[in-house]
């Protein structure tokens, strides 16, 4: 597949909760090649956006589709089959599975009888799991976490935490990686690292979107960048000109600078 027409898009995307519009009507276009940062304040519809794209969240308008055709209607099983997959706010590790283990879940769509059958004693399912275990490994060791791939997660501290649930993400090599506030909890220098990190994830074949409320970290890494605000586009170019809008100064930057 040409990874310059490798592109995520959304269209007129329409979502309400009871009579609360969270959406309204919002145009978006996530392309391979380019990190795509969604900010906004607080509540402004971007987890929102993010369950519209992966399927959780059934919009009432509008349509979304990659590489020109629709996901409209699959379910997020079916999403990340074709290879849209995401990280969340909050650490979701499997507390009682070890790191290596973890990882190993983000293969379930790479495999006929998926992860759980690397666990039973049957031979499709000892080769599953050995061959799963070297693509997690290899996760992990590009991510600096070889090491890591026996302890469980409650032995990492939070960066870790972060670095291991974004190896599951990438373990199945997905065309569509969306962050959700990858650096919530990290300290400076977690941080920090996470940036280098996710600039080594970067592709010509991946649409990454991070929505995070570290600006230094979206600014020093985004291409392009999505500002919303009450479920709508407020402007969307590149770090300079989001940084330097007045528009975006008001609703969002300049709180963050009070
Ligand atoms: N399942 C739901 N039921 C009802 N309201 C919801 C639901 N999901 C989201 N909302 C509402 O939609 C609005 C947008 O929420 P969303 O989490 O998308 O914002 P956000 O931009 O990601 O905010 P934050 O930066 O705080 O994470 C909020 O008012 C929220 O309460």
Redesign the pocket.
């Known amino acids: 597949m040409d990874a310059q027409n490798s592109m995520l898009t959304a269209q007129g995307i329409a979502l309400s909760?009871?009579g609360?519009k969270?959406l309204q009507g919002l145009d978006v276009e996530f392309r391979a090649g380019e990190v795509t940062g969604l900010i906004?304040?607080?509540?402004?519809?971007?987890?929102?956006?993010f369950?519209c794209l992966t399927g959780a969240?059934r919009p009432q308008g509008g349509s979304i589709s990659f590489d020109g055709r629709p996901l409209d209607g699959l379910s997020p099983a079916a999403r990340a089959s074709r290879g849209v997959v995401r990280s969340f706010?909050t650490v979701a590790l499997c507390p009682e599975l070890t790191v290596v283990e973890n990882v190993m879940m983000g293969l379930a769509r790479n495999y006929h009888s998926g992860w759980l059958s690397a666990f039973l004693p049957l031979a499709r399912g000892r080769r599953e799991d050995r061959e799963m275990r070297e693509a997690a490994i290899s996760a992990l060791a590009s991510l600096g976490l070889a090491d890591a791939a026996d302890l469980l997660p409650s032995q990492l501290p939070p960066g870790m935490q972060r670095l291991v649930e974004i190896a599951r993400a990438i373990v199945g090599k997905p065309s569509v990686l969306l962050l959700d506030?990858p650096a919530a909890g990290l300290n400076n220098a977690e941080t920090r690292d996470l940036t280098q990190t996710l600039r080594n994830i970067a592709s010509p074949d991946l649409v990454m979107v991070i929505?995070e409320?570290d600006m230094d970290l979206v600014m020093s890494i985004c291409d392009r960048i999505y500002v919303?605000n009450f479920?709508e586009v407020v402007t969307c170019g590149p770090p300079q000109a989001v940084r330097t809008n007045e528009d975006v100064i008001a609703i969002y930057l300049g709180s963050e600078d009070d």
């Open positions: 909760f009871g609360i969270v906004g304040p607080n509540g402004a519809g971007k987890t929102s956006l369950n969240y706010q506030e929505v409320h919303i479920g």
